[in-house]
């Protein structure tokens, strides 16, 4: 997605149409804070003309009592601007992060399959907390700028129009072409960053799931120089966008004493030449150089916009993104009948996987597919899930193609084991009745002791309430395995799906879970994949899976 900074800027101003009256409200206050904030300075000198005997416009009395009013109001009215802002911003980031978990759930599995988990979390964690940067501090700001340059144009103008013609251009420096030049020289620094540190957490993540392995083999001193180069890298990015940051921190402040002395230059040349008071001097350049704040801080935006702008647009090229199967809300509703595999032709991305396939499979069956690996196997099982839509030919269940049928109801009608079961970090039984909430304990033991796990649960301190350490790393391969099985089960689909469902389990645990398939296949259609001849045992056919891209 190749998009301009100004692009990506009015995208995210279109998700703050709802909230725009507490925009409004921000700037209202924002102006008025500002002009508090200058008001000080002009009454303070009003006071001096006045001290000086050059004029007497006002009695002391009421200036001492501006001087407090605009200053007590400028506290109100910032922190007003302030509270606004970040409602508006912490509003949106809700927003957003919703918006993000639907996306992640609409592109979820094809599309996130080879996304670095690493970098999705630096996308749900820091970039979207850096947008908050952006609707806090950066759509009013610059509203309130354009506003306040248009109003201290015109108060200077007063005196001469020559003088508020030059205020203007001043502002435009400071608040227009300094941050424009900025944010041209660190747009692709600020991209970079993001990317380097979206890639730095998906390493530092797979190596902390895989420090057992690297112990093992002794890879520890090999990971950590990788680790350390990536680091690196990414201290290298932000160091080079704080010194931007404080190159252009310098440049704005010289600019803001240079124009503000140049200000003081003319107002002298204009006095001598007649055309400007005393007074005029003084007011004008203390006017001038206190009203820099506004545009001041548009100008701070030209280096940390960029980053912000980066996770921007990171963010929104998700949002954006097309998923690569469609979900079916208003299909047909799915039902037992046999499957088949019409002439499918798959492949993941360039790499073919299936090839004219077709197969039959009858239903209150139990099929076995076999075959070596990469021959296609688990992919049957995910295209009758619909995680993919096959590239050629058609999916058929019950004379329904699966693009037809609504996809919930494709999904309750399956129950789909995979390879590596993933437990949350929660309760046994937690991570077991998620697949069906509303299960009472008693299905939940039952499925357990058709997965052959209900014994070792029981046996435990807190038994079903015992909790799974993170990734489930307090479980063996076969225990999570088992749980897997019994999640299978606990859901009570009429077609079943399971791949390598005893892979890691012993001889005496895979038999008890094949008696308890055998045992189902009346009323249920049981597709397995396995390598075991053992667990194809009990299978009333099985097919040898020749289709796959390492078949000769």
């Avoid at 988990?117 to 509203?143: C, R, W």
């Avoid at 540190?197 to 993540?205: D, I, R, V, W």
């Avoid at 931007?244 to 003319?266: D, E, P, Q």
């Avoid at 499918?344 to 299936?354: G, I, M, N």
Wanted: neutral net charge; proline residues 2%; charged residues 20%.
């Amino acid at each position: 997605m190749n998009k301009s900074g100004i692009r990506i800027m009015f995208e995210l101003i279109t998700m703050v149409r709802s909230l725009w009256i507490w925009m409004i409200v921000a700037i209202v206050l924002g102006v008025l804070g500002f002009l508090c904030s200058i008001l000080i300075t002009v009454f303070g000198a009003i006071g001096i003309v006045q001290a000086l005997g050059l004029n007497d416009w006002i009695s002391w009395h009421w200036l001492f009592g501006l001087l407090a009013f605009f200053g007590i109001a400028r506290g109100i009215f910032r922190y007003g601007e302030q509270a606004s802002n970040h409602y508006i911003a912490f509003r949106l980031l809700a927003l957003i992060r919703d918006r993000v978990f639907t996306a992640l759930r609409r592109l979820c599995p094809a599309k996130l399959e080879g996304k670095g988990k690493g970098n999705l979390i630096q996308m749900l964690t820091s970039d979207v907390e850096l947008l908050e940067v952006f609707y806090a501090h950066t759509i009013s700001p610059i509203l309130i700028a354009v506003i306040m340059s248009v109003l201290m144009s015109g108060f200077v103008g007063i005196w001469h129009p020559l003088l508020g013609l030059y205020a203007f251009v001043s502002y435009g420096i400071v608040g227009a072409l300094i941050p424009l030049y900025l944010s041209g020289r660190c747009q692709k620094l600020g991209i970079e960053s993001r990317n380097c540190a979206g890639q730095f957490a998906s390493y530092l993540l797979e190596s902390l799931r895989g420090v057992t392995q690297t112990l093992q083999f002794d890879g520890g001193s090999k990971r950590l120089a990788s680790i350390t180069r990536q680091s690196e890298k990414l201290s290298d990015y932000e160091g080079k966008l704080r010194i931007a940051n404080g190159k252009g921190l310098a440049l704005t402040n010289t600019a803001i004493l240079s124009l503000s002395l140049g200000m003081l230059v003319i107002c002298l040349v204009m006095h001598e030449n007649g055309m400007l008071a005393k007074e005029g001097i003084l007011l004008c350049f203390l006017t001038m150089i206190s009203s820099f704040g506004p545009v001041s801080a548009l100008a701070n935006l030209g280096t940390t916009l960029q980053s912000t702008l980066a996770s921007g647009k990171r963010i929104l090229g998700l949002l954006q993104e097309d998923e690569a199967v469609k979900e079916n809300r208003q299909g047909l509703s799915a039902s037992q009948g046999d499957i088949s595999f019409d002439h499918v032709d798959f492949a993941y991305e360039k790499e073919p996987v299936l090839h004219d396939v077709s197969l039959q499979i009858q239903k209150h069956q139990m099929t076995g597919i076999f075959g070596a690996s990469g021959s296609g196997k688990s992919t049957l099982l995910k295209l009758l899930m619909r995680f993919w839509d096959v590239h050629k030919g058609s999916v058929i269940i019950d004379d329904k193609n699966v693009a037809h049928i609504q996809t919930a109801s494709l999904r309750k009608h399956e129950s789909y084991m995979t390879q590596e079961t993933y437990l949350f970090h929660d309760t046994i039984e937690n991570n077991i009745r998620f697949v069906k909430p509303n299960a009472t304990r008693e299905e939940v033991e039952e499925a357990c002791r058709k997965a052959s796990i209900h014994t070792f649960i029981e046996q435990l301190p807190d038994g079903y309430q015992s909790n799974v350490a993170e990734l489930g790393d307090s479980l063996s391969g076969g225990e999570k395995q088992r749980i897997g099985l019994a999640r299978a089960f606990l859901h009570d689909a009429e077609l079943l799906l399971l791949d390598e469902p005893t892979s890691n389990l012993d001889s005496l645990n895979e038999a008890v879970i094949l008696k308890a398939l055998h045992e189902q296949r009346k009323d249920k259609t049981i597709l397995l994949v396995s390598h075991r001849h053992s667990t194809l045992r009990l299978c009333d056919r099985c097919i040898e899976a020749s289709f796959g891209r390492n078949q000769t």
